[in-house]
């Protein structure tokens, strides 16, 4: 039996084959979408939602179709803008001038609705991209624990502003304030904590929202939409459906979005924000492209290197914008790095989501095996060579990974980020080579050090904290945890999200200021004293 074989027979053959407890319990065709408060119908074209998962046949794999959603026009979403202008009112609305501790009971009241519903989303995130059910219900606790986490930070920045300054006979009070309408976009490998760490902290600072679920992973968010619905004014959460080019350019184009946030690519960044006819005006909070290198140096504890390597690379195979997606090994130890990884990879379990302990499964996006064997392929061509047993062989959405050595500047593994299994190495003899390669890299979000030699970790990490915007000494790349900042430079990034800086991104610091006289320091106690304004205020939350 060959390997593509093997692969094959990972896929049930019956819908009996997989455990009851993680089916679908049928298909789930969404005819609806939430606009202006109401959830409002829809009978015009779908996009039908594919798995990668599927059943095995002599035919082939013949993949489980989920469900469908709303392939919404331009006229749809420009009446959703409608609905997120208007409740925004120009900052007049209920929602921007709610109390903050009135908002954070309305995000609290969605996050009780939003556990509620658990099973059902956690389940799609495994049928829509083929992670893991245990990362599946990772991605969901690790998301609510994230809105805990922003309604706390949101606390401590309120109480901070709860009092007056008096600098040089000027009584000021400093608060944060909204922005304005928001459109959000999250990612596909992270539908639910990536697009949740930028819509939450959007939301309760007291901006409106547009918010366009990814292409892959948009189901999971449909359970929630009658959460969204009662928990928050009407315009407050709006839902966009539809094909990007289709809605998005004249959203952008009419200059009434405020906020752009887009976890994704930076190509499309850049497209979007030209289509914006005032820049200036408009705030980009965005998580894009990343080549992240890790760096193993002679002195490094080589087992422990190629743990987090394999973590780094191939976790949910390989499709996290954290992601090592390049390795520089020094070239005395190359060989015995290369066997303990490679001996490494075949260990790692493949398998359907709901198997226990699997760590490699189906890849969501239909065209990415063909294009992980181009990339492959192109690197071969150029005097590489895959040196790993069975590395790059696929069947159909599952590919197993592929550790490419010598990776060089011709290849396309060099500078592209392939964003799945496939793991490019290079050797170097002097450390200049990989501190070269990010210097002149498009990307900076984050680096790997591998070395136990503390004079020759100082010596890389000064330069690289230039390069990157996180150094992770002896471990793999990651975003957590949420507190610390997430960032990155070049193409990777622009703005800072973490649970406070992410407050931070989404608001601006306004203030109230007036002369230090008996008449005006009697008008702020009267309004204080009255409780007559929401933003001139001492209240404090416990």
């Not at 709610?98 to 989303?121: L, N, Q």
């Not at 006819?277 to 990343?290: C, E, F, Q, S, T």
Request: aromatic share 8%; with cysteine.
């Amino acid at each position: 039996m060959s390997f593509e074989e093997k692969l094959q027979q990972y896929f049930p053959t019956t819908e009996n084959e997989i455990p009851a407890e993680y089916q679908l319990p049928a298909e789930i065709h969404q005819r609806e979408y939430l606009s202006g408060g109401e959830m409002k119908q829809w009978s015009g074209d779908v996009h039908t939602v594919v798995s990668p998962l599927g059943i095995r046949t002599a035919n082939g794999l013949e993949r489980k179709v989920i469900g469908s959603y709303p392939l919404c026009s331009a006229k749809e979403a420009m009446a959703s803008l409608d609905d997120a202008l208007a409740a925004y009112d120009e900052g007049r609305g209920e929602w921007p001038t709610m109390p903050v501790a009135e908002r954070i009971a309305c995000v609290e009241k969605f996050t009780g609705k939003m556990i509620e519903r658990k099973a059902e989303v956690v389940k799609l995130i495994m049928w829509e991209i083929g992670k893991s059910y245990t990362d599946s219900l990772k991605e969901f606790d690790r998301t609510v624990e994230y809105i805990h986490a922003t309604i706390d930070a949101l606390k401590d920045l309120d109480r901070n502003s709860s009092r007056f300054e008096i600098q040089q006979g000027i009584i000021g009070q400093i608060r944060r304030s909204p922005l304005g309408v928001v459109l959000c976009m999250g990612p596909f490998n992270y539908p639910l904590n990536e697009t949740f760490t930028t819509l939450i902290p959007a939301l309760i600072m007291g901006n409106t929202l547009l918010f366009k679920p990814p292409k892959h992973g948009t189901l999971l968010h449909y359970p929630l939409l009658e959460a969204f619905r009662t928990c928050f004014p009407k315009g407050v959460v709006n839902t966009i459906y539809g094909r990007g080019n289709v809605i998005v350019q004249p959203l952008m184009e009419t200059g009434k979005i405020n906020v752009l946030t887009l976890i994704g690519s930076s190509k499309v960044a850049n497209q979007l924000k030209k289509m914006h006819p005032k820049v200036n005006r408009l705030r980009a909070i965005l998580g894009l492209d990343a080549k992240n290198a890790a760096i193993v140096t002679d002195k490094a504890d080589i087992d422990l290197a190629v743990k987090e390597c394999v973590l780094g690379s191939l976790s949910f195979n390989g499709q996290r914008c954290t992601a090592i997606k390049i390795i520089f090994v020094h070239r005395r130890i190359a060989d015995s790095f290369l066997s303990k990884l490679s001996e490494a990879v075949s260990k790692l379990k493949v398998g359907m989501p709901w198997e226990k302990d699997v760590f490699l499964t189906p890849l969501p996006e239909p065209q990415k095996p063909a294009y992980l064997e181009s990339c492959i392929e192109d690197a071969v061509a150029n005097g590489a060579k895959v040196i790993n047993a069975n590395g790059g062989k696929a069947y159909e959405s599952l590919v197993f990974p592929a550790i490419v050595y010598p990776v060089n500047e011709r290849m396309k593994l060099y500078s592209e980020e392939q964003f799945g299994p496939v793991i490019p190495v290079l050797p170097f003899d002097d450390i200049t080579t990989p501190i070269e390669y990010l210097i002149h890299s498009e990307h900076g979000q984050q680096v790997s050090l591998f070395t136990n030699n503390a004079a020759e970790l100082a010596s890389l990490i000064d330069p690289l904290v230039n390069q990157v915007s996180r150094v992770n000494i002896n471990c793999q790349c990651q975003r957590g945890p949420d507190t610390f900042p997430f960032t990155g430079r070049k193409d990777s990034a622009e703005a800072t999200l973490s649970v406070p800086d992410a407050l931070r991104a989404f608001s601006i610091r306004s203030m109230v200021a007036t002369k230090q006289t008996d008449e005006n320091k009697a008008l702020i106690n009267k309004i204080v004293s009255d409780q007559t304004s929401n933003f001139l205020s001492t209240k404090y939350i416990f």
